[in-house]
């Protein structure tokens, strides 16, 4: 099973619905594919499964601040000027943690 992994238990992974900014790279475009499954890994820990449901390459500074910082969680580290992708991922099986 393909992984994405986060280095902190984000505010934005206890929602249904979550989205996530990840640096394009050209070999990524056949790894983050709509419809695909992913385990999704925090420190390590799996939480559970999520499917990849859209998939949009973007440029880090057409994105508004809000969202940003509800992607980090107000900011925890700053984005650069960089092509991006922006994911949208759906819960469909979770292990319910306290985020810390």
Do not use: Q
């Not at 640096?23 to 983050?32: I, T």
């Not at 949208?88 to 810390?100: L, S």
Request: hydrophobic share 40%.
């Amino acid at each position: 099973m393909s992984k994405i992994k986060f280095s902190h238990h984000y505010n934005k992974l206890n929602a249904a619905l979550f989205p996530t900014i990840r640096r394009w790279m050209p070999r990524k475009d056949e790894y983050y594919i709509p419809g695909k499954m992913f385990d999704v890994e925090v420190c390590g820990k799996v939480l559970g499964k999520a499917e990849l449901l859209h998939e949009e390459r973007v440029k880090t500074a057409d994105l508004h601040p809000d969202f940003i910082d509800y992607d980090t969680d107000n900011g925890m580290y700053k984005l650069g000027k960089m092509d991006a992708m922006l994911l949208w991922f759906a819960w469909r099986e979770r292990v319910e943690v306290e985020a810390k």
